[in-house]
């Protein structure tokens, strides 16, 4: 079993209403739900289905292309 690994996801209110989630860390992945939770359920098999594709096609999983950074203000 692979280990698991957590993604940031961008959850975005869609104009026709529901909500859009991308995953910036693997490019073309998103998908969409009526409501929150929908979306982030959606999100979490997008991801699985993009690293199984990964997987089979042996490639490798791309580098994150963003940095956390913690400020208070």
């Not at 859009?20 to 409501?35: F, K, Y």
Request: glycine letters at 6%; charged letters at 30%; aromatic letters at 6%.
């Amino acid at each position: 079993m692979a280990a698991e690994r957590e993604f940031d996801v961008v959850l975005e209110s869609a104009e026709e209403g529901g909500f859009v989630v991308s995953v910036p860390d693997l490019p073309g992945c998103w998908t969409q739900g009526e409501t929150r939770d929908e979306a982030l359920a959606n999100a979490k098999e997008a991801i699985a289905a993009y690293l199984d594709a990964l997987n089979e096609l042996g490639r490798p999983l791309p580098k994150p292309q963003r940095e956390h950074v913690k400020i208070t203000a």
